[in-house]
């Protein structure tokens, strides 16, 4: 396509959203001219499920809840006035709590200043708000913030340790909507364990978000934690981002959350009209199902132009592959749906995959992102006329057209500048996309029963894992792992009891010894515990 074609097909499809400084180029998409039309009744249909969905429609049948995270960011929407109520008194409560922790007026036990910030969390509970930090970041920050976000014990540690000598000014925020999320529940004993030993009361360093009367909850709220925070049953952990649960943490920061939430709410406003053609979330779900033909045929590449963005394909990972991944349909009919996100950011990847992605196995389609504004402050020159920042537009624009020469396609969301109005937009943004994605291929983007499943097996491997434990420390002799699976009765999971002894006996502190090597049948474990 010459120049000229190129240029009439960007000027009849960009999307521009002047309210907050974005717009989107689908241009390097090759929809046929007749696509928007032939999807015209799939869309619409859209649109009214969402339109459903934010009136408080039951969207998790299976589980009797609503899907409100659209209230989080405009209360007045709420399907009750007791939710309208319950969001507005939240977002107060943040407000309200970071200015007692800034103050001082809420002090660490020794009557310092919080100036550190440890959030305990996973997946949702931890991804958006680990975006938001980092995006949003600066020299002006209130309280420098750290994440557990795993059950690593040598993550934990190597946490804690930059944590340091600073453990009595750090505030620790422990989410979990249930208080039963294991990775979450083991980062927090392992805080609470360190605290311990620093002679510290981790009760008055902790603060919780969770449940209502959750495991959590009654947790904090018997052992007098510093304040406890909402999570509702009809936010999903990975649509959580506007709640408390990156709120809190972000207000603690210094991030301005009511221009985090102002970005979100006016992006879903322009995102909930059902025009197509100027309706950025629309457009994007309809180009996901052109590029993958509604079947997740190929992966999307994330490839933000900011390094304050490298986050935020981690943070798509979840909220995309979660929601649309998914084994049934709505009728209940087989259709393994599901879309790939991956990326890192722009130009750095064009020295890792680009070479794959301009000459390999064409599987994919790009989404770019584009900031405008280079920085704060002004820019030096690297070369006569020219800055960092033109180099960085220079490599997006060179890498977008050398990909399309080839025959990939690509899509491009430019933002003005970042921001917390442009961070809460761009969330939006991604959540509307999700969710009017979900209904064209008509499967439910809020539950996950995938998650569910493996959180079950792995609870069924710990039980396995006390009863080879507790048959060692009985038996006292040397068994192969075919004999300790046959003394549990549970014969054809004898390559899951070796897995387990080879990691107990590599931690020589569980008390496991073995003797033997090669073949894994010929090999002895037994118990040498005190």
């Given at each position: 396509?010459?120049?000229?074609?190129?240029?009439?097909?960007?000027?009849?499809?960009?999307c521009?959203?002047?309210?907050?400084?974005?717009?989107?180029?689908?241009?390097?998409?090759?929809?046929s001219?007749?696509?928007?039309?032939?999807?015209?009744?799939?869309?619409?249909?859209?649109?009214?499920?969402?339109?459903?969905?934010?009136?408080?429609?039951?969207?998790?049948?299976?589980?009797?809840?609503?899907?409100?995270?659209?209230?989080?960011?405009?209360?007045?929407?709420?399907?009750?006035?007791?939710?309208?109520?319950?969001?507005?008194?939240?977002?107060?409560?943040?407000?309200?709590?970071?200015?007692?922790?800034?103050?001082?007026?809420?002090?660490?036990?020794?009557?310092?200043?919080?100036?550190?910030?440890?959030?305990?969390?996973?997946?949702?509970?931890?991804?958006?708000?680990?975006?938001?930090?980092?995006?949003?970041?600066?020299?002006?920050?209130?309280?420098?913030?750290?994440?557990?976000?795993?059950?690593?014990?040598?993550g934990?540690?190597?946490?804690?340790?930059?944590?340091?000598?600073?453990?009595?000014?750090?505030?620790?925020?422990?989410?979990?909507?249930?208080?039963?999320?294991?990775?979450?529940?083991?980062?927090?004993?392992?805080?609470?364990?360190?605290?311990?030993?620093?002679?510290?009361?981790?009760?008055?360093?902790?603060?919780?978000?969770?449940?209502?009367?959750?495991?959590?909850?009654?947790?904090?709220?018997?052992?007098g934690?510093?304040?406890?925070?909402?999570?509702?049953?009809?936010?999903?952990?990975r649509?959580?981002?506007?709640?408390?649960?990156?709120?809190?943490?972000?207000?603690?920061?210094?991030?301005?959350?009511?221009?985090?939430?102002?970005g979100?709410?006016?992006?879903?406003?322009?995102?909930?009209?059902?025009?197509?053609?100027?309706?950025?979330?629309?457009?994007?779900?309809?180009?996901?199902?052109?590029?993958?033909?509604?079947?997740?045929?190929?992966?999307?590449?994330?490839?933000?132009?900011?390094?304050?963005?490298?986050?935020?394909s981690?943070?798509?990972?979840?909220?995309?592959?979660?929601?649309?991944?998914?084994?049934?349909?709505?009728?209940?009919?087989?259709v393994?749906?599901?879309?790939?996100?991956?990326?890192?950011?722009?130009?750095?990847?064009?020295?890792?995959?680009?070479?794959?992605?301009?000459?390999?196995?064409?599987?994919?389609?790009?989404?770019?992102?584009?900031?405008?504004?280079?920085?704060?402050?002004?820019?030096m020159?690297?070369?006569?006329?020219?800055?960092?920042?033109?180099?960085?537009?220079?490599?997006?624009?060179?890498?977008?057209?050398?990909?399309?020469?080839?025959?990939?396609?690509?899509?491009?969301?430019?933002?003005?500048?970042?921001?917390?109005?442009?961070?809460?937009?761009?969330?939006?943004?991604?959540?509307?996309?999700?969710?009017?994605?979900a209904?064209?291929?008509?499967?439910?983007?809020?539950?996950?029963?995938?998650?569910?499943?493996?959180?079950?097996?792995?609870?069924?491997?710990?039980?396995?894992?006390?009863?080879?434990?507790?048959?060692?420390?009985?038996?006292?002799?040397?068994?192969?792992?075919?004999?300790?699976?046959?003394?549990?009765?549970?014969?054809?999971?004898?390559?899951?009891?070796?897995?387990?002894?080879?990691?107990?006996?590599?931690?020589?502190?569980?008390?496991?010894?073995?003797?033997?090597?090669?073949?894994?049948a010929?090999?002895?474990?037994?118990?040498?515990?005190?």
């Amino acid at each position: 396509m010459s120049g000229q074609s190129l240029w009439k097909r960007y000027s009849q499809y960009l999307c521009s959203s002047e309210e907050i400084g974005l717009s989107l180029d689908i241009s390097r998409m090759k929809f046929s001219d007749t696509f928007f039309e032939e999807m015209r009744s799939a869309i619409n249909k859209a649109f009214k499920e969402m339109m459903a969905l934010e009136k408080g429609a039951i969207s998790n049948p299976d589980e009797g809840r609503m899907v409100g995270h659209y209230w989080l960011r405009n209360a007045a929407m709420a399907p009750t006035a007791e939710m309208k109520c319950e969001v507005e008194a939240a977002v107060a409560q943040v407000t309200a709590f970071a200015g007692d922790i800034h103050s001082g007026r809420i002090a660490a036990a020794n009557g310092d200043s919080f100036t550190k910030l440890l959030v305990i969390g996973i997946g949702g509970s931890a991804l958006g708000p680990q975006f938001v930090a980092d995006a949003l970041a600066s020299k002006h920050d209130r309280m420098a913030p750290f994440f557990l976000d795993n059950t690593d014990p040598d993550g934990i540690d190597r946490v804690l340790s930059t944590v340091g000598k600073d453990l009595a000014r750090t505030l620790v925020i422990v989410i979990s909507k249930s208080g039963s999320t294991k990775e979450t529940r083991n980062g927090m004993l392992e805080t609470r364990s360190a605290y311990l030993r620093a002679g510290l009361d981790f009760a008055r360093h902790a603060v919780a978000v969770t449940g209502d009367n959750s495991e959590l909850d009654r947790l904090a709220k018997g052992e007098g934690w510093i304040a406890r925070f909402p999570m509702w049953d009809w936010v999903g952990g990975r649509t959580s981002v506007t709640s408390a649960v990156g709120l809190l943490p972000a207000a603690l920061q210094g991030i301005d959350i009511t221009a985090l939430l102002d970005g979100a709410k006016i992006c879903d406003e322009i995102t909930r009209k059902p025009d197509t053609m100027h309706n950025p979330a629309a457009l994007m779900a309809l180009m996901w199902h052109y590029a993958t033909n509604g079947h997740g045929e190929k992966d999307m590449v994330m490839l933000p132009y900011k390094d304050r963005l490298l986050l935020f394909s981690r943070y798509l990972q979840q909220l995309i592959m979660e929601s649309i991944g998914k084994e049934l349909d709505l009728d209940g009919k087989q259709v393994f749906q599901g879309l790939t996100v991956y990326g890192n950011k722009g130009s750095t990847d064009q020295h890792a995959y680009l070479q794959q992605l301009r000459e390999g196995v064409a599987n994919f389609f790009m989404t770019f992102i584009e900031v405008l504004k280079d920085r704060e402050e002004t820019s030096m020159e690297v070369e006569e006329g020219i800055t960092s920042g033109d180099f960085l537009f220079g490599f997006f624009q060179g890498t977008r057209t050398a990909l399309y020469e080839n025959g990939r396609e690509s899509m491009t969301i430019t933002v003005d500048r970042v921001d917390a109005r442009t961070i809460g937009a761009l969330i939006a943004l991604f959540e509307r996309t999700v969710g009017l994605y979900a209904s064209l291929v008509n499967i439910n983007a809020y539950h996950q029963p995938g998650v569910e499943a493996g959180k079950k097996a792995a609870g069924a491997v710990i039980a396995l894992q006390k009863a080879v434990v507790g048959l060692l420390g009985k038996e006292k002799r040397e068994m192969t792992a075919a004999e300790i699976a046959a003394e549990l009765g549970k014969p054809d999971d004898v390559e899951a009891v070796f897995a387990i002894l080879r990691h107990l006996a590599a931690n020589p502190d569980r008390g496991i010894s073995y003797s033997g090597q090669g073949n894994p049948a010929d090999i002895r474990f037994i118990s040498v515990a005190s």
